[in-house]
């Protein structure tokens, strides 16, 4: 479970690089955000549910730095299309 763990805070911390790069106007690519979110969730789910109940701060995290990310990028990409 502790891989999990890592793997969670790793994505979190490349979520945020790529929001704060986004907010600085920056173009950035995660050509592999979706399947690695979807892979890690998928292993979360398939935890043993006491577990997957201690991932659940750390999944709270990745989507409220999932949700700053879309922020940030229909912020810039409002900018562009102003500009």
């Known amino acids: ?3 999990i763990r ?3 805070e790793k994505l979190i911390e490349t979520i945020e690089l790529a ?9 950035i690519e995660l050509p592999t955000l979706q399947a690695e979110v979807e892979a890690l969730c998928a292993r ?3 935890a043993e549910p006491h577990d ?3 991932m ?3 999944m709270a995290d990745l989507i409220s730095r ?5 922020e ?6 409002s900018k562009k299309q102003e500009g």
């Open 19 to 27: 929001s704060t790069k986004v907010s600085e106007g920056y173009v």
């Open 52 to 54: 997957a109940r201690s």
């Open 56 to 58: 659940q701060p750390l």
């Open 44 to 46: 979360v789910i398939k």
């Open 1 to 3: 479970m502790n891989d």
């Open 6 to 8: 890592l793997q969670l």
């Open 66 to 70: 999932l949700d700053e990310l879309a």
């Open 72 to 77: 940030h990028l229909e912020d810039f990409k």
